[in-house]
């Protein structure tokens, strides 16, 4: 998928004087911009003038689309008022934001025209993908790639004008690599442990005893699981990897094969720069090959301010007056 992109401008220092004002029937104010980060676990939200200062910042549930478009958008509307709320705003200025919304399941187009017809509160909304802002905030106007490993998986890269997204279709068909995907991989072999097709390890026997050593627990759970429900298996897989166990060491080394691929992907489409993030990243990073960490780069921003920058972007568009 490919598409012209002319929106990764980088924030500009302004006079507070300077600012431009948009005229509303009843007041005339300053525009706010909001930047949304909607994944499988949480969503951020952060608050700014139009000249970069932050406002405020919220965490709410979880805004992936793919879990409902009324959930999603209730999450965005909770980080919206609690942001105001810490920037001591009332919340009739919800009316002079300007929000860009970038949520994990946007990539899918049905998802995407369900949020963008949605009533929103805002002066204006633009409604994009996680990684999209994750790009953005991570390399600013340059070209560069960016794999998002956190609940899920996604990779994402914009060169000369153009958009290019890997992978991210969701579970159980894909995100691999992901937290959410390792600890479904974990549980799997809880069950292999216990069928006696793998042996036991430290880190299967206490996985297996959080549901009461009772296979049909486990299956019970996956039936209803999110996510989120899954990817709060991987900070335990991590550690145990870092302290030898096998089964956790294979898993780990199995996540970073997905990473390595989907990076070796963003390359060969000619991404200069790869940026690692998401709440996964840290733990996956170490296992990766050597010729993926050759392209890895920090992020010179987040998925927040990358969606800050589409909204301003998207604030310019509007008529100024004077």
Known sequence: MAFKSNILLPFCSYNLEAIPRFRSPNVEQAVLLLGIDGGGTRCRARLA???????????????????????????????????????????????????????????????????????????KTVVTTDAHAACVGAHGNKDGGVIIAGTGTVAWAAIKGKAHRVGGW?????????????????LRRVLWA???????????????????????AIVGWIASASPRDFG??????????????????????????????????????????????????????????????????????????GALMLARSAAESLQRVA
């Open 49 to 123: 003038t139009y000249a970069g200062d932050v406002l405020g910042e919220a965490a709410t549930g979880p805004a992936n689309l793919r879990l409902g478009i009324g959930a999603s958008l209730s999450a965005v509307i909770d980080a919206a008022r609690l942001c105001l709320d810490r920037a001591e705003l009332p919340e009739q200025n919800m009316m002079h934001i300007v929000a860009c919304l970038a949520l994990a399941g946007a990539s899918e187009p049905g998802h995407l025209a369900a949020a963008q017809s949605q009533w929103h509160p805002f002066r």
């Open 232 to 305: 709060s298996f991987a900070p335990r897989i991590a550690n145990y990897a870092n302290g030898g166990d096998a089964a956790a060491i294979e898993l780990m080394q199995m996540a970073a094969l997905h990473i390595d691929g989907l990076a070796a992907r963003l390359i060969a489409l000619g991404a200069p720069r790869v940026a690692l993030v998401g709440g996964f990243a840290a733990a996956v990073r170490p296992w990766l090959a050597l010729a993926t960490k050759m392209h890895l780069v920090d992020p010179v921003g987040d998925a927040l301010q």
């Open 170 to 186: 969701g579970l159980p068909i894909s995100d691999e690599g992901s937290g959410a995907w390792i600890g479904g991989e974990a």
């Open 194 to 216: 216990h069928d006696g097709r793998i042996a036991w390890t430290p880190m299967l026997r206490a996985l297996f005893a959080d549901f009461a050593d009772d296979p049909h």
